[in-house]
């Protein structure tokens, strides 16, 4: 048995999955607040197989194979004017919640948003933003401008009439996995506190852009394209290798 068959076939396998989290990566960089899939590898210890099934304790190959990591990048992205009062951007730690159709809780650094016939405010998907207690926030539909503060007050016609919802997680890594629109918590025990003022600003008239860097992920796209194509010549030399091996010793006198 070649094992560097194996090697490099796992190798085009966790290749395939680099290029898709890449391709994922690109295909949302326009997405406001989007977080990009980071990706890494490691080496792991396959396990030993034996030379010949009479000897295996004194004739061992042990073999190594590579193990892709993937995890969300929560590095904020940069801000960028837009001068549309029904966009929002938080700077520094936390997140904005909203509500799905199912009552669950979503997180997300995207702060377009509008107000819904009812006035509710609500974002593009219609999911209704919360304030600081969970509740929607709601507006008294065409009496005048809605203005937010950096404190998340929001305000209509110099009224207040609620408060941006601001979240933390503790560890956001293990708290928290992707979802369409933003991101869930992990488990259900996993509740979120109330970001400290002091440690986030929300501005309006702003968005946070993803932070996806369009040339660092098609640099990352030719390294995987070059990655597999010496991969595909290892496979291709080892299996000419074995044919000429088996053509040579399988010979007669």
């Not at 933003?182 to 501005?203: R, W």
């Amino acid at each position: 048995m070649n094992l560097s068959l194996y090697e490099n076939a796992s190798a085009l396998r966790g290749l395939e999955q680099y290029q898709n989290i890449i391709a994922n990566n690109i295909a949302a960089s326009h997405v406001a607040g989007f977080k990009k899939v980071a990706v890494s590898f490691e080496a792991v210890e396959g396990g030993e197989i034996a030379r010949s099934t009479h000897d295996r304790l004194r004739h061992e190959m042990p073999g190594s194979f590579p193990v892709m990591k993937n995890q969300v990048d929560y590095i904020e992205g940069e801000l960028r004017e837009t001068s549309n009062p029904m966009d929002m951007a938080l700077r520094g730690d936390g997140f904005f919640a909203l509500k799905n159709a199912g009552g669950d809780s979503v997180y997300t650094r995207d702060g377009q948003f509008y107000f819904n016939a009812e006035g509710t405010m609500v974002n593009s998907m219609g999911h209704e933003f919360s304030d600081s207690t969970g509740a929607s926030i709601s507006v008294i539909p065409g009496q005048g401008d809605v203005t937010i503060d950096k404190e998340g007050q929001v305000f209509q016609m110099e009224q207040l009439v609620g408060q941006i919802g601001v979240f933390a997680f503790e560890n956001p890594l293990l708290n928290l996995q992707k979802v369409g629109g933003g991101f869930v918590a992990k488990e259900e025990g996993v509740v979120p506190e109330s970001a400290e003022p002091e440690n986030f600003t929300i501005l309006q008239g702003f968005l946070e852009n993803s932070n996806v860097s369009a040339i660092e992920e098609m640099i990352g796209l030719i390294e995987v394209s070059r990655a597999h194509e010496a991969n595909q010549k290892m496979i291709q030399t080892f299996d000419q290798n074995i044919g000429k091996a088996i053509g040579t010793l399988g010979q007669t006198s």
